[in-house]
Nanobody
Framework: QVQLVESGGGLVQPGESLRLSCVGS???????AGWFRQAPGKEREFVAA????????WFGDSAKGRFNIARDNAKNTVYLQMNRLKPEDTSVYFC?????????????????WGQGTQVAVSS
């Protein structure tokens, strides 16, 4: 069983950057590691994902051009670098491990989730 622990959230001003980390313990990420976010009153949405073997990335519309995703296999860690943050990026960000089947952008494809880390963007 993989356990995931996110860190790196906080309060920043618009235009600033944050880097989130997610460390996996136990069995390693299977195929993909993903980041999702959920704002109050909204559904959880896909942000980014990365192939654990090929390093290929995927990005949701909100992340394209501003966010980057990377992984360190040796450390079982996936990172989300968030640049040019906007107030609408304010959310709880969750790391997740893909269950082996289904689309990398589909919440239902992920079977292990972290507890989330809060990101707030405000002036």
């Amino acid at each position: 069983q993989v356990q995931l622990v996110e860190s790196g959230g906080g309060l920043v001003q618009p235009g600033e950057s944050l880097r989130l980390s997610c460390v996996g313990s136990g069995r390693t990420f299977k195929l993909y590691a993903g980041w999702f976010r959920q704002a109050p009153g909204k559904e959880r949405e896909f942000v980014a994902a990365i192939s654990w073997s090929s390093n290929s990335p995927w990005f949701g519309d909100s992340a394209k051009g501003r966010f980057n995703i990377a992984r360190d296999n040796a450390k079982n860690t996936v990172y989300l670098q968030m640049n040019r943050l906007k107030p609408e990026d304010t959310s709880v960000y969750f790391c997740a491990s893909h269950g082996g089947t289904g689309s990398v952008t589909d919440i239902g494809s992920y079977d292990t989730w972290g507890q989330g880390t809060q990101v707030a963007v405000s002036s």
